[in-house]
């Protein structure tokens, strides 16, 4: 058995709560890249070594916390990309509506 190093770094570190990590391609844009959504609603990109917002749709998406005094299963959970993303631009998210 071989005895392998490993070194991670963080890509990101301003985000709270991701739920969601998934990668495409912009429409009209020639580099993939890393979208990261939250669950209190927003969504985030990583492109040319800065984040860029995608959406933001928190003031849609159910107030985490405030019934039970913590976070839950609610909020921005799910984000999907048309397999013609590139060229449509449709996308498709599941959250906890207010």
């Given at each position: ?64 916390g405030k019934e039970s005094g ?29």
């Amino acid at each position: 058995m071989r005895n392998i190093s490993v070194d991670l770094h963080p890509l990101i570190t301003i985000l709270n709560l991701p739920t969601v990590i998934k990668t495409a391609y912009l429409p009209g844009d020639t580099d993939e890249r890393l979208f990261i959504a939250t669950q209190v609603g927003e969504i985030y990109y990583l492109g040319n070594g800065t984040v860029e917002p995608f959406l933001n749709i928190t003031d849609q998406v159910i107030e985490l916390g405030k019934e039970s005094g913590g976070y839950d299963e609610r909020g921005l959970l799910g984000l999907a990309f048309h397999p013609n993303f590139h060229n449509n631009g449709l996308f498709y998210i599941h959250y906890s509506h207010k």
